[in-house]
């Protein structure tokens, strides 16, 4: 047993064996965890952060990070609630949103590559100078959006399966498919890995990176306008600390805080480990103190054993 445990980490299935030990353990502890209701409450829940660790895993694969992405799917969420409630049409109005994300993102990305500012300090910046611009657009004041249509993309359900579900799942594969199986996501893990040595092949580095920020502004205003959906408002404070789980999930999937490794369904696994953790220590009536100590442990973890397989590396 111990030898296969041994194989499964090595060939990457590490997280998917954690995230089965901890359904067992809540399954144990608690009745209500291993229900249907339950099992799709978690997704709906989950949807959000796995859109922006979608996002974080291309940046982190090319060697950066992402401090901005609650602070982009706050104002993304503002900006289409303010569309709505101009009349706008739901379709235009997520398209919007999206826009409005992929435009933050492709900030960042020119502040990185041709301002050459280290992407902690770049975004660091951006997420204050969203976060501003949202209170400034909101007044500090949630912004309604009540529109059938528009609020069934948050709270609807696609057959059995809660919308944002399938609009995440989508999502998953067609990151996976980008960075698998196309030339443009060999090179963020080309840039991530050795950056010189990709740029003495050909690879040019600056669109690579204004790609992957571009890739995760995307993700935010798509999550924005999922979560203003959901709640039926825009709220100034939405996002706050979002960050930090979506790179917690990337971290706990696998994928290497030093670049040029990694993938999106190890992150997949890292947010449902995050949101099943949520959930079951909501279920067993753990107070929300200890909740954030247990999650700070975990990540810890997650990063020691990126470290100790870096090292080996």
């Known amino acids: 047993m111990k030898d296969l445990l041994q194989k499964l980490r090595r060939n990457g299935m590490g997280p998917l ?15 209500r965890f291993f229900s249907a209701s339950n099992i799709l409450n ?10 922006l660790a979608v996002g974080m895993t291309f940046v982190i694969i090319s060697g950066g990070i992402d401090l901005s992405v609650g602070s982009i799917l706050a104002f993304a969420g503002a900006l289409a609630a303010g ?34 500012i280290a992407p902690f300090v770049a ?16 007044e500090g004041r949630p912004v309604r959006a009540v529109e059938e ?20 799942a989508v999502m998953v594969f067609l990151a996976w498919f980008v960075l698998n199986r196309m030339t443009v996501g060999r090179r963020v ?23 992957v920020y571009a890739v995760s502004g995307l993700m935010c205003g ?27 999930a990337v971290v706990l999937g696998g994928t290497s805080l030093s670049g ?24 067993l009536n753990v107070s929300s103190f200890y909740q954030q100590a247990v999650k700070g442990i975990v990540i810890l973890i997650a990063v020691l054993l990126d470290r100790r397989n870096a090292a080996r590396g």
Do not use: W
């Open 17 to 31: 064996i954690g995230l089965a030990l901890i359904c067992i353990a809540l399954t144990l502890l608690s009745d």
């Open 42 to 51: 978690i997704a709906r829940q989950v949807s959000i952060n796995t859109l």
């Open 83 to 116: 569309a709505l409630a101009s009349g706008m049409d739901t379709g235009i109005v997520l398209l919007y949103a999206c826009l409005i994300g992929l435009a933050g993102g492709a900030l960042n990305g020119l502040l990185i590559a041709y301002g050459r």
């Open 123 to 138: 975004t660091l910046g951006t997420m204050t100078l969203f976060r501003g611009a949202t209170l400034i657009y909101t």
């Open 149 to 168: 249509g528009f609020n069934a993309l948050g709270g609807g359900y696609l057959g059995p399966i809660p919308t944002p579900v399938v609009i995440t």
């Open 189 to 211: 893990f080309a840039i991530g890995g050795n950056e010189e040595a990709a740029v003495l092949s050909g690879i040019k580095s600056t669109y690579s990176k204004i790609f």
């Open 222 to 248: 798509l999550a924005g306008a999922i979560l203003t959906s959901r709640l039926m408002s825009a709220q100034p404070t939405a996002g706050a600390g979002y960050e930090l789980d979506a790179i917690a």
């Open 260 to 283: 040029g490794q990694g993938g999106v369904l190890g992150t997949l696994i890292g947010a449902l480990i995050i949101g099943v953790l949520d959930n079951g220590l909501n279920i």
